[in-house]
């Protein structure tokens, strides 16, 4: 096969001139980092939120609580991305609209892209965040009952401080996952990095150093988060608890 | 406000319908290549042949850590190219359907090997123990004793993914196919009615995926009072 490898193409201008394509994978890196931590703070918020609405005995809250876990949970994320996307600026009162779709079309397609990340990790998070309050022995939320803590009271200091610490570790995968799927959003045209290396592939004739190196880069991601996570697990074990090992 | 017209959705259906097939088909093709090739995966990671046991590791690992439309992308833009040149074909074959599959495929048996290994660690020890006392070859106990324990408790993990997967292929967008997703996107765009054929196609796999995670739901409980 003939294939010209030449690692030298990050170093050319681009066709515009004002950058090397090196700069371009550069801004998709920041871009795909960038836009997966501010989701992920979102979804964090959210997520144990509506996880933990989905443990309280009202029917009203738990009932909606569910409905938008079940709602997020059930339709594909590049679905959700389009409809944030393309319909919502639609739906919204006029004025709102326009406004929206008169504003930098960079900070149009970040939002859409933010927004649908955020809520559809968030209602994978309230599952954990759930199952963790659920893994409690019930005994603790009776005990708290019992000494005079109301429901809000006993939540605050006998059932959360313990969950949380212990859906720790099953939130790693969805970190993880937060970062994969930010991909996603090359598809509304966010030149994150996937993005990136797919317009190297048009620019340049280098498709198999622009995949390498976009594909490098997700690995590289993976491994910080996974080692960062560990850290972090490691802090906030439970000692002697199951999971805590 | 947005005006709605739901008047293009009717004559598109038969369209909308031919993208669900390849939706359906995709999905199929990929959850029993996943299952096969996720357990072939699983029992080599498992083996204690250990450069068996690092090659699996390194391939599910390297497909964990990629996105799915990064491996779409490589299945869609380089590998046709390379196949081509490989082995001689005319250029300008289309390939996407197959490559698009075979990317998928490669891509989610990663994700039911890891399903499959823990399935098979949850069979008792005892149990392959108990084989080899009786006489089984390795081979022998695996198929007769062990897979079929493991994938009777894996039955809802396989099928979960099933679902998750079905929604994934939505993403083969990215290759230009005209799956379900693809086609309403067609005809909305063809019409200038996006707004309503992304809302119709929403709820198409809303409906769907709901009503499946809820079948599986009943099934899970049936299977633990059994």
């Known amino acids: 096969m003939?294939?010209?490898?030449?690692?030298?193409?990050?170093?050319?201008?681009?066709?515009?001139?004002?950058?090397?394509?090196?700069?371009?994978?550069?801004?998709?890196?920041?871009?795909?980092?960038?836009l997966s931590l501010a989701a992920w703070v979102l979804a964090l918020l959210i997520g144990a939120l509506?996880?933990?609405?989905?443990?309280?005995?009202?029917?009203?809250?738990?009932?909606?609580?569910?409905?938008?876990?079940?709602?997020?949970?059930?339709?594909?994320?590049?679905?959700?991305?389009?409809?944030?996307?393309?319909?919502?600026?639609?739906?919204?009162?006029?004025?709102?609209?326009?406004?929206?779709?008169?504003?930098n079309p960079v900070v149009q397609q970040f939002l859409?892209?933010?927004?649908?990340?955020?809520?559809?990790?968030?209602?994978?998070?309230?599952?954990?965040?759930?199952?963790?309050?659920?893994?409690?022995?019930?005994?603790?939320?009776?005990?708290?009952?019992?000494?005079?803590?109301?429901?809000?009271?006993?939540?605050?200091?006998?059932l959360l401080p313990m969950a949380f610490r212990i859906v720790v570790p099953p939130l790693t995968s969805e970190f993880l996952n937060i970062f994969k799927n930010s991909a996603v959003c090359s598809t509304i045209g966010l030149l994150e990095l996937a993005a990136q290396g797919r317009q190297l592939v048009?620019?340049?004739?280098?498709?198999?150093?622009?995949?390498?190196?976009?594909?490098?880069?997700y690995l590289i991601i993976n491994v910080v988060?996974?080692?960062?996570?560990?850290w972090v697990e490691a802090r906030v074990r439970v000692p002697g608890y199951i999971g805590g090992k | 406000?947005?005006?709605?017209?739901?008047?293009?959705?009717?004559?598109?259906?038969?369209?909308?319908?031919?993208?669900?097939?390849?939706?359906?088909?995709?999905?199929?093709?990929?959850?029993?290549?996943?299952?096969?090739?996720?357990?072939?995966?699983a029992m080599a990671r498992l083996s204690s042949i250990k450069p068996l046991a690092w090659l699996a590791a390194g391939y599910v690992n390297l497909f964990r850590a990629v996105p799915l439309v990064m491996v779409l992308l490589w299945f869609f833009l380089i590998v046709p190219q390379l196949l081509e040149s490989l082995l001689g074909m005319p250029a300008g074959t289309d390939m996407r359907m197959s490559s698009a599959i075979t990317g998928f495929a490669l891509f989610e048996a990663a994700y039911y090997s890891e399903i499959i290994r823990a399935g098979i660690q949850s069979v008792s020890k005892g149990?392959?123990?108990?084989?080899?006392?009786?006489?089984?070859?390795?081979?022998?106990?695996?198929?007769?004793?062990?897979?079929p324990q493991a994938f009777r408790n894996m039955v809802p993990l396989l099928l979960t993914q099933g679902i998750i997967l079905f929604q994934d292929t939505s993403l083969v967008?990215?290759?230009?196919?005209?799956?379900?997703?693809?086609?309403?996107?067609?005809?909305?765009?063809?019409?200038?009615?996006?707004?309503?054929?992304l809302l119709f196609a929403g709820a198409v796999y809303f409906v769907l995926c709901f009503v499946a995670s809820q079948l599986v739901r009943h099934y899970q409980k049936k299977l633990k009072t059994a």
């Open chain 1, 2 to 34: 003939a294939y010209n490898w030449d690692w030298g193409v990050f170093l050319q201008p681009t066709a515009s001139g004002d950058d090397t394509y090196l700069g371009w994978m550069i801004y998709g890196f920041k871009m795909t980092i960038g």
């Open chain 1, 50 to 103: 509506v996880g933990v609405l989905r443990t309280v005995p009202n029917k009203w809250l738990s009932g909606i609580a569910t409905a938008w876990v079940e709602l997020f949970r059930n339709i594909p994320l590049l679905v959700q991305l389009f409809l944030w996307y393309f319909v919502l600026p639609e739906l919204l009162p006029e004025s709102l609209g326009n406004a929206y779709k008169q504003s």
């Open chain 1, 112 to 158: 859409a892209a933010l927004l649908c990340l955020a809520l559809f990790t968030s209602a994978r998070v309230a599952e954990q965040v759930r199952s963790g309050i659920h893994s409690l022995p019930p005994g603790q939320k009776n005990a708290g009952l019992a000494m005079g803590f109301t429901l809000p009271q006993t939540y605050r200091f006998v």
């Open chain 1, 202 to 217: 048009d620019y340049t004739a280098q498709p198999y150093e622009s995949f390498i190196a976009v594909t490098l880069a």
């Open chain 1, 225 to 230: 988060v996974m080692f960062g996570m560990r």
């Open chain 2, 1 to 41: 406000m947005h005006e709605f017209d739901w008047s293009s959705i009717p004559g598109s259906l038969p369209f909308l319908w031919q993208g669900m097939l390849v939706s359906l088909k995709i999905t199929g093709v990929a959850v029993v290549f996943g299952i096969v090739w996720g357990t072939v995966l």
């Open chain 2, 127 to 147: 149990q392959m123990a108990a084989a080899s006392a009786l006489g089984m070859s390795y081979g022998q106990s695996m198929r007769l004793v062990v897979l």
């Open chain 2, 173 to 197: 967008y990215v290759s230009a196919l005209a799956d379900f997703f693809g086609a309403a996107y067609k005809v909305g765009d063809r019409d200038g009615r996006l707004v309503e054929m």
